[in-house]
């Protein structure tokens, strides 16, 4: 089953810091950019961070530009999101979704479950 | 944020036919970019409904159906169900801006 599970999230303080893991199963997880998409509390999709395949070219939001890095170990299926600086406007679920490929090309085919990250002193 | 723009809520009755409508500009959707569509059931994660404009996922219904034209496009519900209740996205990629993927505002349908 093609599958993304996401760890990690939990209440941090304002200034603070928290790593997000996103672990794939079920594809070829090395063949596929990566991006982190975030939701406010009863708020919309917000687009995020984005890694290409091989993890040599990211792409970010003005919003978390020099405070949140996006990274991926290949080897071990995994997609990350190092964030720094935290702000409360960051509080939101945080889910990892995968690029379609092909035809698919620019949509987002597999989402995880979410993580909610509380940013609050 | 959202430089897609659509109606805050829909309703129909079951079995009604409802449309959502995306409104970009000529930097997203005019630009020829691909739109894509997804829906969110309460306490979920998106799912990938409609994807390059017209296209479904296997397993998706054919009751839903997605279109383009210009600076918009639309997504159509026929035969509502009351299991159609959720929240729904537009997608599409922006070359004017610093955030590349952008999202629409999001619709509410309500199934009366």
């Known amino acids: 089953e093609v599958q993304l599970v996401e760890s990690g999230g939990g209440l941090v303080q304002p200034g603070g810091s928290l790593r997000l893991s996103c672990a794939a199963s079920?594809?070829?997880?090395?063949?596929?950019?990566m991006h982190w998409v975030r939701q406010a509390p009863g708020k919309g999709l917000v687009w995020v961070l984005r890694?290409?395949?091989?993890?040599?070219?990211?792409s970010y939001a003005d919003s978390v530009k020099g405070r949140f890095t996006i990274s991926r170990d290949n080897a071990k299926n995994t997609l990350y999101l190092q964030m720094s600086s935290l702000r409360a406007e960051d509080t939101a679920v945080y889910y990892c979704?995968?690029?379609?490929?092909?035809?698919?090309?620019?949509?987002?085919?597999?989402w995880g479950q979410g993580t909610m990250v509380t940013v609050s002193s | 944020q959202s430089v897609l723009t659509q109606p805050p809520s829909v309703s129909g009755a079951p079995g009604q036919r409802v449309t959502i409508s995306c409104t970009g500009s000529s930097s997203n959707i005019g630009a020829g970019y691909d739109v894509h569509w997804y829906q969110q059931l309460p306490g979920t994660a998106p799912k990938l409904l409609i994807y390059g404009n017209t296209n479904r996922p296997s397993g998706v219904p054919d009751r839903f159906s997605g279109s383009k034209s210009g600076t918009s496009a639309s997504l159509a519900i026929t035969g509502l169900q009351a299991d159609d209740e959720a929240d729904y996205y537009c997608?599409?990629?922006?070359?004017?801006?610093?955030?590349?993927?952008?999202f629409g505002t999001g619709t509410k349908v309500t199934v009366l």
């Open positions: 079920g594809f070829t997880f090395s063949s596929y950019w």
């Open positions: 890694i290409n395949s091989d993890g040599s070219s990211t």
């Open positions: 979704a995968r690029e379609g490929w092909g035809l698919l090309g620019g949509s987002f085919d597999i």
């Open positions: 997608q599409s990629y922006d070359s004017s801006l610093s955030v590349f993927y952008v």
